[in-house]
T-cell receptor
Framework: DGGITQSPKYLFRKEGQNVTLSCEQNLNHDAMYWYRQDPGQGLRLIYYSQIVNDFQKGDIAEGYSVSREKKESFPLTVTSAQKNPTAFYLC???????????????FGDGTRLSIL | AQSVTQLDSHVSVSEGTPVLLRCNYSSSYSPSLFWYVQHPNKGLQLLLKYTSAATLVKGINGFEAEFKKSETSFHLTKPSAHMSDAAEYFCVVSDYGGATNKLIFGTGTLLAVQP
């Protein structure tokens, strides 16, 4: 089935360590997104990419980095500069907007990151 | 700027009774609007979307929402709640013709369904 796969489901980070969250999609979507979810705050956009080899900062990009070398993959690195990384991270993708209308985003099942 | 406000952070209903989850939006343009549902430790699943074709939008699992421009509202309803409907629901707005397809999420409404 087509969809978005995030791995791992749970991840632990030590102080001063970088960790990378994986996101793979087989929906043939050009656009991909990373969100952070904290209780009571909804979803906040970290980074997004509309096409391979291109990405833009979202609302809370500090302490994070991404790459988009392949259409199917959009990994997120949580660096040691992110002082409060404990959260639920969601990856999403969407098809091209048609007729001037935005398309819904499709989500993976998330990665829960915790600090040791 | 676009924004969305979910008026209730928690809603509790009894099984078999109607569900109403309220959402107001703010947009400079004719917006695209969505409702998503999230079960614990899962991603978000699209329930329904409004893209100007019809003001009453039917979605999955018996949910529907009505776009009311005069009230800037997009409330989610279901005639009869089921235990499996217990989850968190997000109202989402997007720009009309926005090149980035960025979505703006409400803070969510947690729906509890009592037996």
């Amino acid at each position: 089935d087509g969809g978005i796969t995030q791995s791992p489901k749970y991840l632990f980070r030590k102080e001063g360590q970088n960790v990378t969250l994986s996101c793979e999609q087989n929906l043939n979507h050009d656009a991909m997104y990373w969100y952070r979810q904290d209780p009571g705050q909804g979803l906040r956009l970290i980074y997004y990419s509309q096409i391979v080899n291109d990405f833009q900062k979202g609302d809370i990009a500090e302490g994070y980095s991404v790459s988009r070398e392949k259409k199917e993959s959009f990994p997120l690195t949580v660096t040691s500069a992110q002082k409060n990384p404990t959260a639920f991270y969601l990856c999403a993708s969407s098809g091209p907007w048609t007729g001037g209308r935005n398309q819904p985003q499709h989500f993976g099942d998330g990665t829960r990151l915790s600090i040791l | 700027a676009q924004s969305v406000t979910q008026l209730d952070s928690h809603v509790s209903v009894s099984e078999g009774t109607p569900v109403l989850l309220r959402c107001n939006y703010s947009s400079s343009y004719s917006p695209s609007l969505f409702w998503y549902v999230q079960h614990p430790n899962k991603g978000l699943q699209l329930l329904l979307k409004y893209t100007s074709a019809a003001t009453l939008v039917k979605g999955i699992n018996g949910f529907e929402a009505e776009f009311k421009k005069s009230e800037t509202s997009f409330h989610l309803t279901k005639p009869s709640a089921h235990m499996s409907d217990a989850a968190e629901y997000f109202c989402v707005v997007s720009d009309y013709g926005g090149a980035t397809n960025k979505l703006i999420f409400g803070t969510g409404t947690l729906l509890a369904v009592q037996p």
